[in-house]
C-alpha cells in the first residue's frame, strides 16, 4: 500500500542550507580578512603603546602595582609579558602583541556564534559577522588593551552556562571561574558583570532544580569563582603587592573617576549609533524577541535568555554612568 503523500513545511529561511548557508561562510570569511589586515598595518593608539611598555616590564621580571605605576587588573599584562620576555628588547616586537589579540577577537566570534546557534546555521553564521562589521568593535578589539580578552572571558561564560557539555556542576563552576578571570583582566567586568550577581542571588532566593536557575548551581559557581580569585590573591601575596595593588588597581580608579571632570555619555555613544546605526536597530530587535519569548515569570527566572538581557542593562547602565567612559 502506497503512502499518502504529505508536503513538508518548507524549513525558515535561517534555518536553510544552500545558497544562505554558502553566502553566510564568504562573507564571514571576507570581513575575518579585513580584520586581520587592519590589525597588522593599523596605527597604535597612545594606550596600546601604554599597556605595551607595562607588558614589556612584566617581561622583565617587574611587578605591576609594586614596581611601576598600572591602573588596571593585570591579566593581559601577564600574557603580554610571556610574550616579550622570549623576545629582544625591539620596540618592533609589539606588533607580536598585536597578533595575541587576534585569538581574543577570533573567540569573541566563535562565541557570538554559539550563543545564537538556536536560530539556525545562517543565523549563527551573521552573529560573528555583524561583530566583525562593525567599526568601532573592529577597530578596538584587535588593539592590544584590556577590553577585549575581559569581555571574551565574559562572555565564555553565559556561553558555558548554555552549554550541553559535562556536568552542571563542571559548567557552574567553569563560568564563575571565567568570570573572575575576566574581572582579573579588566575591572570594568565587576561592573557590567553585576547581572551575574543579580543571578546568582535570584537562584539562592529560589532553589528548585538545577534546569531552573541562570547560575545552574550557585554553590559550584561561587566556587568556581573563589578559586580563580585565590590564584590572582596568591600571586600578590607571593608577590608583596598587596599595598601597591589597593593603592592603584583599586583605589586611584575609584579617586581618578570620582574626579574626572567627565563629559556627557553620549560623546562617544553618539558617533556610535551615527556610523553603526544597523546593528543597534538588530540588537534592539533581537532583544524584543528575546524578551517576548520569556513569557512567564518562572520562564523569565530560569530562561538563559535573562542572563544575556540582564548583562545588556548593566553595560548600558554602566557605560552610561561613568565619567570617563572610554569607547
Not at 568570570?179 to 579588566?186: E, Q
Not at 534546569?211 to 590564584?231: D, E, H, Q, W
Request: glycine share 8%; proline share 7%.
Amino acid at each position: 500500500m502506497n503512502r499518502p503523500h504529505t508536503e513538508t513545511p518548507a524549513a525558515p529561511l535561517v534555518r536553510r542550507g544552500g545558497a544562505p548557508l554558502f553566502i553566510g561562510v564568504a562573507t564571514l570569511l571576507l570581513f575575518a580578512g579585513v580584520v586581520v589586515r587592519l590589525a597588522v598595518l593599523k596605527f597604535y593608539s597612545i594606550d596600546e603603546l601604554t599597556y605595551a611598555h607595562a607588558a614589556w616590564s612584566v617581561g622583565q621580571g617587574l611587578v605591576p602595582f609594586r614596581d611601576f605605576f598600572f591602573h588596571h587588573t593585570p591579566l593581559l599584562l601577564q600574557l603580554g609579558g610571556a610574550v616579550l620576555g622570549i623576545l629582544d628588547d625591539d620596540p618592533a616586537n609589539i606588533a607580536h602583541l598585536r597578533l595575541l589579540m587576534l585569538p581574543v577577537f577570533a573567540l569573541i566570534c566563535w562565541l557570538s556564534y554559539l550563543l545564537n546557534r538556536e536560530w539556525g546555521t545562517v543565523a549563527a553564521l551573521l552573529a560573528p559577522v555583524f561583530v566583525l562589521a562593525t567599526p568601532l568593535v573592529a577597530t578596538m578589539a584587535t588593539e592590544y588593551r584590556p577590553d577585549p580578552l575581559a569581555f571574551a572571558l565574559a562572555l565564555a561564560a553565559v556561553v558555558l552556562l548554555r552549554a550541553s557539555v559535562g556536568t552542571a556542576g563542571f559548567r557552574a563552576a567553569g563560568a564563575g571561574a571565567l568570570l573572575a578571570a575576566g574581572i582579573w583582566a579588566s575591572e570594568k567586568v565587576a561592573v557590567y558583570g553585576l547581572a551575574f550577581l543579580l543571578a546568582w542571588l535570584s537562584d539562592l532566593r529560589k532553589g528548585g532544580p538545577e534546569s531552573s536557575r541562570l547560575t545552574l548551581r550557585p554553590r559550584a559557581f561561587f566556587l568556581g569563582g573563589a578559586a580563580m580569585a585565590s590564584v590572582a590573591a596568591a600571586y600578590l601575596s607571593l608577590s608583596s603587592s598587596w599595598p601597591a595593588f589597593w593603592r592603584w588597581g583599586i583605589r586611584w580608579p575609584l579617586v581618578h573617576q570620582e574626579h574626572y571632570p567627565g563629559f556627557p555619555w553620549p560623546t562617544y555613544f553618539t558617533p556610535f549609533v551615527r556610523e553603526s546605526w544597523w546593528i543597534l536597530a538588530l540588537a534592539l530587535a533581537g532583544a524584543a524577541a528575546s524578551a517576548r519569548a520569556l513569557g512567564s515569570r518562572d520562564r523569565v527566572r530560569s530562561h538563559p535568555d535573562t542572563l544575556l538581557l540582564l548583562l545588556l542593562a548593566t553595560t548600558f547602565t554602566s557605560f552610561a554612568a561613568q565619567k570617563s567612559a572610554y569607547p
